[in-house]
């Protein structure tokens, strides 16, 4: 490209300076070092108007509709509000792709997908946007579809966009990380492409994300940014390896080990013997992982494996931010039906949402507003007292129903406790 | 003329990770002993099999031109067995099987100027959102000022001498894509938005837009006769939430468009319970391109956070611990009536006892 039809960037241009590597280079190079002339011009006309941003302190894209044939959703269409000065840019969408469980790639399909997208896009993409997707980001609207043709061909589908269950995120979890309690990857690909239709197609009050972590580290965050988390955890003794536990005891000290692991653990369960051994309560254990991340070396979840799932957690739109709150403090995940409760609890969540959620509204949002009891009661769940931090504090309550409520509570603990294969939720002992 | 025939979609939805993976990690799937972590940027797992996986870890500028992924996959392709996989925050990993061949991969990341780090006890890559790159909406560059803190804490993600990992996060409206972290840079609008009635008529669906007030402060209103929208100004809380909506609501602004810093968030359950981050400062100018005014109060959190932390103690349980009337002596910055929560559950965040630190 000739240097007079190049946009003078002097404001992009600082974001070169620096050790850290730097976008605006790459998008240089598209300009100047890429073959296709389509490709030169849309990344310097991208340039120019994101110069213009920086210079006005003002976004100039506008949203619009664009989708692929058959879909709803999975396109994050893009105008240019300024596309007269900037035309090469002014269609300028993002595909949001569903990427494989757990983010793994092989080179291969890197460089298959890079191949795809520079014949049809702007060349520029993400590994990953907030929510999981792989961003291509920056194709024409005719492009988009074709684009999307050739990598459906070779086994990608688009993620969601719009008041629908969106891309899910699962954790590295069991393919390298020993903390994990759960099938992440199993978790991960049986509820999200459970609900298919409902990625491509948004038809919900508002957006749903499934999102799974392997243990409580939750690195998906998935408590604080899901609708639906899936945690795994543990319910019977943490595994102590009390040689290497001796040896991390001497080589770090007693003081290190009771100031950074024993009296930092939140239900102070832990206790160092005087013949430098450790004892758990694991009665009391709340599974929070710290000793465990301390000390891999000795210490590792217990083998009697499930998951938790929380469901409610949401950003600040509209009442404020929220976490999501236990829904099942325990289940096992070992068999093929085990699993298809999961995903039956998941289809029963979102469709009693769909029904009473307003527009707009995040299921945290909903139960919000209609308590969580009714919530439980519209998809079949019993009250836990592990549900709560604390009981009521406020009398102001009409509580006429407590005889049966109670006899339910009753004949519930009576059920589990009979029960050999238990309730569907947990609490059962010998599965 | 006739409607071309439309390709069907094969809705195949998630990808089974499996084919890609390394094929230690299939073998091993579910099997892993422990781990440690030989230096900054490389992690590695033993599994109970015996087998041992080394992990490089590299920041990359996360908005990807095709050249530097292949360049990316050049680099797996001669040291890393041609697998890769990306983390939560952006970054690139590489698995190797083979231990001789760690050192000259991360010779090669570094010489194509990637940084390996971002593991264990370091600053981690900032999680970044859009901005003015591609969002409809932002009052900022994610991108840009990612870049420009990157530059600045480079040393920190490339060692691991916080006393936990640190994670920034940076969001360019309040919708806060960003989501939490020990420190969020996100934008604060500061004025009500100006509304634009020439347009409100034909581009946006009144009752939606009122309906997305968190504050009910719009109303539907008449001007020059035809239908539009008014914001009554003393009920504003400046969100924005109305602009995504409905355009003509310009909320963003030059001037008054600012940033603001919140500290503490943490989403692990270790030690205690997964937290919200907290406002400490705000007023500051969103000041292209490099955004120095945001970075040296980042730098400030972190600097007090480092000396006075201890060990394991993430920015929420140093907090915990010190008391927030520490917090703002240790850094400087301004305590303000903005600090005080006003919005609903706010009784909870006051102290209802006669703890004091003086
Ligand atoms: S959430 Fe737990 S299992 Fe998953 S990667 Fe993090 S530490 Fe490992
Ligand atoms: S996992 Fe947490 S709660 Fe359980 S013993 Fe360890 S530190 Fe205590
Ligand atoms: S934080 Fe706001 S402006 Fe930034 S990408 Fe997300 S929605 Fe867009
Ligand atoms: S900026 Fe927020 S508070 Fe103000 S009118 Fe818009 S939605 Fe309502």
Known sequence: MSDEKKHATPMLDELENGPWPSFVSGIKNLRDGHPSGRVNDMANDLLGQLEHSYETRKGYWKGGT????????????????????????????????????????????????????????????????????????????????????????????????????????????????????????????????????????????????????????????????????????????????????????????????????????????????????????????????????????????????????????????????????????????????????????????IDFWAENGLEHERCGEMIERIGLVNFLDGIGVEVDPNMIDHPRESSYVRMDGWDEEAIKWFEQKRDQSLAAAGSPFGNNTTD | MAKREMRKAIETGCPDGFQYMHPLMVKNFGQWKTHDHPRPGVLRHIAKSGDAIWTVRAGTQRILDVFTLRQLCDIGDRYADGRVRFTIRSNIEYMLADEEKVAPLIKALEAAGFVVGGTGNSVAMISHTQGWLHCDIPGTDASGVVKAMMDELIDEFKSCNMPN?????????????????????????????????????????RPSVVARCPVAAIRPAQVNGKPTLEVDEKKCICCGACYPPC????????????????????????????????????????????????????????????????????????????????????????????????????????????????
């Open chain 2, 247 to 358: 355009p003509p609501m310009q909320i963003n602004d030059p001037e008054h468009t600012k940033l603001a810093i919140w500290v503490g968030g943490n989403h692990s359950n270790a030690r205690s319970k997964p937290s919200f981050q907290k406002l400490v400062a705000s007023g500051i100018p969103n000041n292209p391109p490099r955004w120095p005014e945001a970075t040296a109060i980042v730098k400030r959190i972190l600097r007090c956070y480092k000396e006075d932390a201890r060990d394991w103690e993430r920015v929420n349980d140093w907090i915990d611990r010190i008391g927030w009337p520490r917090f703002f002596e240790l850094t400087g910055l301004p305590f303000t009536k903005y600090h005080i929560d006003n919005w609903r559950g706010a009784r909870k965040s006051l102290n209802a006892s006669s703890y004091v630190r003086i």
């Open chain 1, 66 to 349: 664009v989708s692929v044939y058959g879909y709803g959703g999975g396109i994050i269409p893009r105008f240019s509000e300024v596309g007269q000065q900037f035309p090469e840019s002014k269609e300028f969408h993002t595909l949001r792709v569903q990427p494989p469980a757990g983010h793994h790639y092989s080179t291969d399909i890197l460089r298959q997908l890079a191949d795809s997208w520079e014949k049809w896009g702007s060349g520029l993409v993400t590994f990953h946007g907030q929510t999981g997707n792989i961003m291509f980001i920056g194709a024409t609207t005719e492009n988009t579809q074709k684009f999307f043709d050739e990598i459906n061909d070779y086994g990608f589908d688009l993620g969601g966009a719009g008041p629908c269950v969106r891309t899910s995120q699962s954790c590295v979890g069991s393919a390298r990380c020993e903390q994990s309690c759960a099938n992440e990857h199993k978790i991960h690909r049986m509820l999200v492409n459970n609900f298919t239709d409902d990625v491509h197609r948004p038809a919900l009050p508002y957006k749903f994300k499934f999102k799974i972590s392997g243990c409580p580290n939750d690195c998906m965050s998935a408590i604080e940014r899901s609708d639906f988390a899936v945690i795994g955890t543990w319910r019977n003794e943490i595994v102590i390896e009390q040689d290497q536990w001796k040896k991390y005891v001497d080589k770090k000290g007693r003081q290190h080990v009771i100031d950074n692991i024993i009296t930092r653990c939140p239900t102070k369960c832990m206790s160092l013997k005087n013949d430098d051994t450790l004892e758990i309560d694991d009665r009391n254990c709340v599974k929070c992982m710290h000793c465990l991340n301390v000390v891999p070396s000795a210490l590792s979840p217990g083998e009697d494996r499930g998951v938790s799932v929380l469901i409610g957690g949401k950003r600040t739109l509209k009442i404020g931010d929220l976490m999501g709150t236990v829904i099942v403090p325990f289940m096992k995940l070992d068999t093929e039906s085990d699993y298809e409760r999961l995903v039956e609890l998941a289809e029963s969540s």
């Open chain 2, 165 to 205: 990992r640190v994670h920034i996060t940076t969001s360019c409206c309040q919708i806060n894509c960003g989501g939490q972290g020990d420190i969020a840079i996100n934008v604060q609008h500061t004025k009500p938005p100006r509304i634009n009635h020439d347009l409100v008529a034909n581009m946006c669906e």
